[in-house]
T-cell receptor, first 114, second 112 residues
Framework: KNQVEQSPQSLIILEGKNCTLQCNYTVSPFSNLRWYKQDTGRGPVSLTIMTFSENTKSNGRYTATLDADTKQSSLHITASQLSDSASYIC?????????????FGTGTRLKVLA | SQTIHQWPATLVQPVGSPLSLECTVEGTSNPNLYWYRQAAGRGLQLLFYSVGIGQISSEVPQNLSASRPQDRQFILSSKKLLLSDSGFYLCACLPGLAGGGFFGPGTRLTVL
């Protein structure tokens, strides 16, 4: 069964600190993996997208890594800011003809404190 | 630039009343469009997706329906709302490899 699991479920860090969010998936074969940021009450916004052949992708202070062998991805946030407080969602797209279903993780809720 | 508009932003409806949520997309053609529902503190649940005009795939056999009357318009409807229909409804355009996809601002629906 195609699944995406994220950890931790929630995380609290101090402003300026780094953190790493984890995503494990069982989707196989897969086409690409995306990380989204969702502010409370808003729609998710894309941070990074990686194909199965990519290992890392950066977007400012956000760096996503992908290990297709272990089926793991991580999102590293450097020098966190208060505005980083949000839910971070890992999404995997299966690689199959005619498949349009994206597998969403339940997200990690990050709280950055001053 | 690619943008999704959703309206209304918030909606409070009594049980048994009808529903119509609208989603329109700008800046792209032939988009794959999706309706998701998100309960408070939970992940996204896929409701419907559409790969073209008049083409609707349903993931959740509930009292909801969807229609795609135009290429960049996607509508979510219900004839009679249930309490369990309350949630945050998101419209999304999720292409394959071309970019990360984008979501609309969402509609907060409360059924009383």
């Amino acid at each position: 069964k195609n699944q995406v699991e994220q950890s931790p479920q929630s995380l609290i860090i101090l402003e300026g600190k780094n953190c790493t969010l984890q995503c494990n998936y069982t989707v196989s074969p897969f086409s690409n993996l995306r990380w989204y940021k969702q502010d409370t009450g808003r729609g998710p916004v894309s941070l990074t997208i990686m194909t199965f052949s990519e290992n890392t992708k950066s977007n400012g202070r956000y760096t996503a890594t992908l290990d297709a062998d272990t089926k793991q991805s991580s999102l590293h946030i450097t020098a966190s800011q208060l505005s980083d407080s949000a839910s971070y969602i890992c999404v995997v797209s299966p690689r199959a003809s005619g498949t349009y279903k994206y597998i969403f993780g339940t997200g990690t809720r990050l709280k950055v404190l001053a | 630039s690619q943008t999704i508009h959703q309206w209304p932003a918030t909606l409070v409806q009594p049980v048994g009343s009808p529903l119509s949520l609208e989603c329109t997309v700008e800046g792209t053609s032939n988009p794959n469009l999706y309706w998701y529902r998100q309960a408070a503190g939970r992940g996204l649940q896929l409701l419907f997706y559409s790969v073209g005009i008049g083409q609707i795939s349903s993931e959740v056999p509930q009292n909801l329906s969807a229609s795609r009357p135009q290429d960049r318009q996607f509508i979510l409807s219900s004839k009679k709302l249930l309490l369990s229909d309350s949630g945050f409804y998101l419209c999304a355009c999720l292409p394959g490899l071309a970019g990360g996809g984008f979501f609309g601002p969402g509609t907060r629906l409360t059924v009383l």
